[in-house]
């Protein structure tokens, strides 16, 4: 299908990205890769007045490292996270999430920050985002102000981030001692994950000491599995693991659709939680 038509805005700056989402209205869309947006606007499932195109904003390419965290600029691919030292150094579950999100092609031309902020709960990379402690950084007409991933993600497709306001950048605490998994399943190699889980174990004495579990496409925004996060606390063993992880689905509203039923999605959580934390501990 062919997009409605939609003015077109090319900032160089944030500032001006912003001043131009506000000039625009709320009808005004945020473009980075368009891996997500683009398919969205060929079925005329967005009608946006303004696309603001960030492609041309070089201040949100940069990979640093700030402290005890590494902060990623919005304009960064999904490839360049892949390859980079910093992430391959100190965010290994970010990498190993990442090498898994739809193809290579694709991966060349989304970006992370732009996954976040399309707030897609099939997507991988939000649930990842919330067991790392991801801090989302935005920035508007009032200024700028950071959001903890676990208040990011208001509803389906849908974020705290304003019409009129840009997230720039994603500060993601290093892994330190933490040890992660990224385990999905999915009908075909590049397609959506029915479900996925992202696992995060620290270990003391042969145990697992604390956890962190993130589900993907278990509810109308990434979710963290509290109950098993609760019950990994002290396993030493596999049936201990199995019997925490079998409690991943408590409290989640998982879709019952043409791709699986929620009851398939609920036992899919549990055999993959148990199948990532296997792998940690």
């Not at 360049?80 to 391959?88: A, N, T």
């Not at 965010?91 to 902020?117: E, Y």
């Not at 389906?156 to 385990?183: C, H, I, M, N, T």
């Amino acid at each position: 299908m062919i997009p409605p038509s939609f003015d077109y805005a090319a900032p160089t700056t944030v500032d001006e990205a912003v001043s131009t989402l506000r000039d625009a209205g709320e009808d005004a869309k945020v473009i980075a890769g368009g891996q997500s947006l683009l398919p969205l606007l060929r079925m005329r499932f967005a009608a946006p007045s303004t696309l603001v195109d960030l492609g041309g904003v070089d201040e949100l390419r940069h990979v640093r490292e700030d402290g005890d965290a590494i902060v990623i600029g919005a304009m960064v691919t999904h490839a360049r996270v892949l390859r980079d030292p910093l992430v391959k150094e100190h965010l290994p579950l970010l990498a190993q999430a990442t090498s898994t999100v739809a193809d290579r092609q694709i991966r060349h031309r989304g970006t992370f920050a732009g996954s976040l902020a399309h707030a897609d709960p099939a997507g991988d990379l939000p649930a990842v985002a919330l067991v790392l402690g991801a801090e989302m950084e935005i920035v508007g007409p009032n200024g700028r102000r950071v959001v903890p991933a676990g208040e990011f993600f208001v509803d389906y497709l849908e974020s705290v981030v304003a019409p009129d306001e840009v997230l720039v950048s994603v500060r993601v605490p290093k892994q330190g001692s933490w040890v992660g998994r990224y385990e999905k399943f999915n009908r075909v190699a590049q397609g959506w994950a029915l479900v996925g889980v992202a696992a995060m174990v620290r270990r003391e004495n042969g145990a697992v000491a604390e956890a962190r579990v993130g589900l993907t496409n278990m509810g109308s925004t990434p979710l963290r599995a509290s109950a098993a996060e609760a019950a990994l606390a002290g396993a030493d063993s596999p049936d201990a693991v199995g019997a925490a992880a079998a409690r991943a689905a408590a409290d989640t509203r998982p879709s019952d659709d043409m791709l699986a039923s929620a009851d398939y999605r609920r036992h899919l959580a549990g055999v993959l939680t148990k199948r990532a934390v296997a792998g940690l501990v």
